[in-house]
Every structure is written in structure tokens, then in C-alpha cells.
């Protein structure tokens, strides 16, 4: 079993849909968590840094963080032909820990 | 300012070349690392620079080599790759290497061995 899973899609959604991107762990230990988005081409952008259980939020990115489901999800609200690109989550103990990527599309 | 900078973005290169890969960061940061993505993959870890020490190694070919000439360079240089090698290349940095700081990317080299 990996350390990080993560749906790689790809996930295709029209303009204004609210966007549900998720990553399960199977390490306890975990406390930090990162979103990264990555375009084509491009290094990860750092989007989103939560730490243990709870919800962040920042413009219309929300990070939420279930520790006892070992689950984190990131949800994108009316989302934006310009959010389509690559995201990434990531754990950190003595290094960081990525998830495969979920590709997402959002399409005009 | 998050700011990372990567020089070249694209490098091309013989199996028997020798060429470097730079990195900068103006940020304070006392952790760099080094990571390669091939294509549809998440970065994979190659090395960690902590204080300008050689702190991580995960076990990469000695044809890559490491080099932390202060605070905030980094450098790897590269001699004898093999086409496999071809990936693009990022460097990142964190205020320290510990859990609980963020690692800040850079653009990425895209290298390509021929």
C-alpha cells in the first residue's frame, strides 16, 4: 500500500463547478499537508498548508484535513478554465511525501 | 517574495557531456533540495542540502553530483547521463528541513539526454 493515495483522473468539470480533490494516508504520523498545483511544463506552485484536523480556506480554494479518516480533500469553488493543471498533494515528515497527481480540466 | 529560480530551463545533452543545473533562492532559507519528475509522476526526492550540508542522499547515480556553494546556491552537476535521465529537474527550498515548513519550488529544468 502506498504511503499517499491519490485519484488520478483526469477530472473534466464545465466553468463554475465547485471541485472536490481528495488523497488518503496510511501513515498516522502525518501532520503537515500541502496542495500544490502544477501546469503543464511548469514546478509545483505551492496552493494550500494545513496543519492536523480542519478547514482552511484562501479565495475560493478550501483545504480540509480529516485526521481520524487519514483523508484530505481540497475543494475549488467556482472554478475557472485557468485551474485546469495538475494537483498534487503532499505530507510531510523528514521529506515530503506526494500523492500521484489528479489532473483536472475545467472546460468554457 | 517565494521565489526560486532555475537556470537553464531546458538543457540538451550528450551521454558524454558534462553541464550543471543552478539554483537560487533570496528567501533565508537553510534547506535546498534537488527533485526529478519524469512525465504524469509526482517529484521524486534526490538530495538535501541542510545548512550548505550534504544532509539526504536517496541512493542516486554518482553521475549526478551535488554542490551547495552557500546559503543560496544550488548546483548539480551532471556527467555521463543516459537517456533515461531525461526529466525535468526542480529545486526547492524550506526555511529549515523539518516537518512544519513549506518547500517553495522553482521553475524546473527540463533536461534532455541524447
Known amino acids: 500500500q502506498k504511503e499517499v493515495e491519490q485519484d488520478p483522473g483526469p477530472l473534466s468539470v464545465p466553468e463554475g463547478a465547485i471541485v472536490s480533490l481528495n488523497c488518503t494516508y496510511s501513515n498516522s504520523a502525518f501532520q503537515y499537508f500541502m496542495w500544490y498545483r502544477q501546469y503543464s511544463r511548469k514546478g509545483p ?25 487519514k483523508y ?22 523528514d521529506k515530503l511525501i506526494f500523492g500521484t497527481g489528479t489532473r483536472l480540466q475545467v472546460f468554457p | 517574495d517565494t521565489e526560486v529560480t532555475q537556470t537553464p530551463k531546458h538543457l540538451v545533452m550528450g551521454m558524454t557531456n558534462k553541464k550543471s543545473l543552478k539554483c537560487e533562492q533570496h528567501m ?26 550534504l544532509s539526504i542522499n536517496e541512493s542516486v547515480p554518482s553521475r549526478f553530483s551535488p554542490e551547495c556553494p552557500n546559503s543560496s546556491l544550488l548546483n548539480l552537476h551532471l556527467h555521463a547521463l543516459q537517456p533515461e535521465d531525461s526529466a525535468l529537474y526542480l529545486c526547492a527550498s524550506s526555511q529549515e ?13 527540463r533536461l534532455t539526454v541524447t
Open chain 1, 45 to 69: 506552485e505551492l496552493l494550500m498548508y494545513t496543519y492536523s484536523s480542519g478547514n482552511k480556506e484562501d479565495g475560493r480554494f478550501t483545504a480540509q484535513v480529516d485526521k481520524s479518516s
Open chain 1, 72 to 93: 484530505i480533500s481540497l475543494f475549488i469553488r467556482d472554478s475557472q478554465p485557468s485551474d485546469s493543471a495538475t494537483y498534487l498533494c503532499a505530507m510531510n515528515t
Open chain 2, 28 to 53: 533565508g532559507h537553510r534547506a535546498m533540495y534537488w527533485y526529478k519528475q519524469k512525465a504524469k509522476k509526482p517529484p521524486e526526492l534526490m538530495f538535501v542540502y541542510s545548512y550548505e550540508k
Open chain 2, 97 to 109: 528541513n523539518t516537518p512544519g515548513y513549506e518547500q517553495y519550488f522553482g521553475p524546473g529544468t
